[in-house]
C-alpha cells in the first residue's frame, strides 16, 4: 500500500510517497481504508523537529519508527474487523483520531482498536469534509465545555477565529449561548461573522487587548497572545486558554491553578471518541459545519505541507487519498 515517511526531520522535501506491507488487524482491531485526511500545524511541527518538547517525544537525532508516518485525523470505510470486534462492522464510515502517540493517516489503510477514537462519520459529510472535522472540533469541544466549562450568556473571545479549531471554537462557543469575538485577519471577517460571532477584531488593525472590552474566557486557538497581556481584559473567575505547552506556560497553569480570580488552562483530549459523537450529532442537526481550504492529493503532500506552514490556512487543508 501506498504510505508517506518522513526519515529525518526537516521541510516538507524530507516527506516520501513508499509503498509498504498493507496491515492486518488483531482480534480487537478494525481494518480501515482511508479516503481521506488532512495536514495540520501540529503535523508541521512535528515533521520539522524543531522544539525540544518534539525531540523527547518522536526521537532526538530522528523520528522513532512509530512516528514516521504523519497524519493525526482521518476518515474512511471499515474494510475488515476482528473477530472480538463489537461496536464497528464491515463497510462502516467512520472519522477517527489518530493522535500523537502513533499518528499514521498518511497511508491507504489503518488498524485500530475499536476502543480508540473513532465514530460513525456524520450522514451528511463527505469523506473530505469529515476528515476536517476530527481534531479541530473536539479540540474546541474539550477546551470550551470540558475545561472552561462555558455557560450561557458568558462572554467568549476566540483568537485565531478562521483557522482549524478556531472556526469551530466559534461555532461552538455559539452553540452553548455565549456571546463571542473572533479575532482574525481582515481577509477573514467575513467567514468568521458567518460561522456566527457577534464581533470581530482585525488583528492587524487593532490589540485585542487594548479594546475596554472584558471577557469570561479568552481561547487562544494558535498561542500567540499571552496570559500577562490577556489576564487584565479577564473577568474575576475568567479563564484564559491556549493549545502549545511550553515551559513557561506549564509553570503560569501552576500559578494560577489555584486562583479564584484567573486560571491559565492547557492540555490534550487523549480519548476522543464522546466528543466525536457529540459532533456528529451537531453536524447532522446543521449546528456546525466545516470550512475547507485547499484540497490536495496523497502525491502533493509536500506541497500541502508547504502551504499550511505559512500560517495562513481558511479552517482546513485535506488529502484525498484516491484523488489522482
Excluded at 505547552?245 to 503560569?252: A, E, G, Q, T
Amino acid at each position: 500500500m501506498k504510505a508517506v515517511l518522513y526519515k529525518k526531520y526537516g521541510s516538507p522535501n524530507m516527506l516520501e510517497t513508499c509503498e509498504i506491507e498493507k496491515p492486518t488487524p488483531n482480534h480487537n482491531e478494525v481494518l480501515i481504508k482511508v479516503e481521506a485526511t488532512t495536514v495540520t500545524t501540529a503535523d508541521c511541527i512535528m515533521r520539522r523537529g524543531d522544539t525540544f518538547f518534539s525531540r523527547v517525544v518522536l526521537g532526538f537525532k530522528h523520528p522513532k519508527k512509530i512516528y514516521q508516518i504523519l497524519g493525526i485525523e482521518f476518515s474512511g470505510k471499515i474494510e475488515s474487523v476482528g473477530k472480538n470486534v463489537t461496536k464497528f462492522k464491515q463497510g462502516d464510515d467512520i472519522y477517527a483520531f489518530r493522535g500523537f502517540r502513533s499518528t499514521g493517516s498518511y497511508a491507504e489503510y489503518k488498524c485500530m482498536k475499536e476502543t480508540n477514537s473513532i465514530a460513525i462519520k456524520p450522514e451528511n459529510m463527505s469523506f473530505d469534509e469529515a476528515a476536517s472535522v476530527v481534531d479541530g472540533s473536539t479540540t474546541a469541544l474539550f477546551f470550551l465545555k470540558d475545561k472552561a466549562n462555558i455557560q450561557k450568556g458568558q462572554k467568549v473571545l476566540i483568537n485565531g477565529a478562521s483557522g482549524s479549531i478556531g472556526t469551530f471554537a466559534v461555532q461552538l462557543a455559539k452553540y452553548f449561548g455565549a456571546e463571542v469575538t473572533g479575532v482574525c485577519s481582515s481577509k477573514n471577517i467575513e467567514l468568521v461573522k458567518s460561522l456566527g460571532a457577534d464581533k470581530v477584531v482585525d488583528y492587524t488593525k487593532t490589540d485585542f487587548t487594548k479594546l475596554g472590552e472584558s471577557y469570561d474566557i479568552i481561547f487562544d486557538t494558535v498561542s500567540k497572545s499571552s496570559y500577562s497581556a490577556c489576564k487584565k481584559i479577564l473577568k474575576s473567575g475568567g479563564k484564559y486558554i491556549v493549545t502549545m505547552i511550553s515551559f513557561k506556560r506549564v509553570v503560569l497553569s501552576l500559578l494560577t491553578k489555584f486562583n479564584k480570580r484567573r486560571k491559565l488552562i492547557f492540555g490534550m483530549s487523549v480519548n476522543k471518541t464522546a466528543g466525536l459523537n457529540f459532533i456528529k450529532s451537531l453536524i447532522e442537526k446543521g449546528h456546525i459545519k466545516t470550512i475547507i481550504d485547499k484540497i490536495y492529493s496523497i502525491d502533493e503532500i509536500s506541497e500541502a505541507h508547504t502551504y499550511v506552514e505559512k500560517g495562513h490556512k481558511r479552517g482546513n487543508v485535506v488529502i484525498q487519498l484516491n484523488k489522482i
